[in-house]
C-alpha cells in the first residue's frame, strides 16, 4: 500500500518561514512527478509548487519567488520551502504524487492526507 505523509505544517506569523515535507512509503518501482496542492474551505485545490523526477521546477504565481520546492529522490521526498509567508497561504496543503506501481509503464496518482498551514497577521 503506497502512502504520502506530509509533515511540517503549523502556525507562523506573517513574514516567517516553514518546510513541509512529503515522504512516499510502500513498495512501488518509482516516483514521476510531485507536486504541492493548497486549498481552502472557499476556494478549488489549486497547484502551489510541481516538481518533475529530473528536478525541472514550475509554480503559481502567487509563490514564485518565495517558496521552493524540492526533492530527494533516494528518500523518496518532496519539500517545499517557504518563506516570506502572507495570511493568504493559509491553507491546508496536499501532496501529490505520480507512482510507477511496478515498472515505467503506467502510473498511478495518490495524495497526502493534508497538513494545516496558518499564517498570522
Known amino acids: 500500500q503506497v502512502q504520502l505523509v506530509e509533515s511540517g505544517g503549523g502556525l507562523v506569523q506573517a513574514g516567517g518561514s516553514l518546510r513541509l515535507s512529503c515522504a512516499a512509503s510502500?513498495?512501488?518501482?518509482?516516483?514521476?512527478?510531485m507536486s504541492w496542492y493548497r486549498q481552502t474551505p472557499e476556494n478549488q485545490r489549486e497547484l502551489v509548487a510541481g516538481?518533475?523526477?529530473?528536478?525541472?521546477?514550475n509554480y503559481s504565481d502567487s509563490v514564485k519567488g518565495r517558496f521552493t520546492i524540492s526533492r530527494d529522490n533516494a528518500k523518496n521526498t518532496v519539500y517545499l520551502q517557504m518563506s516570506s509567508l502572507k495570511p493568504e497561504d493559509t491553507a491546508v496543503y496536499y501532496c501529490?504524487?505520480?507512482?510507477?506501481?511496478?515498472?515505467?509503464?503506467?502510473?498511478?496518482?495518490?495524495w497526502g492526507q493534508g497538513t494545516q498551514v496558518t499564517v498570522s497577521s
Open positions: 516538481i518533475a523526477r529530473g528536478g525541472r521546477t
Open positions: 510502500g513498495r512501488f518501482f518509482s516516483i514521476n512527478a
Open positions: 501529490n504524487a505520480d507512482i510507477f506501481p511496478r515498472s515505467a509503464t503506467y502510473s498511478l496518482n495518490y
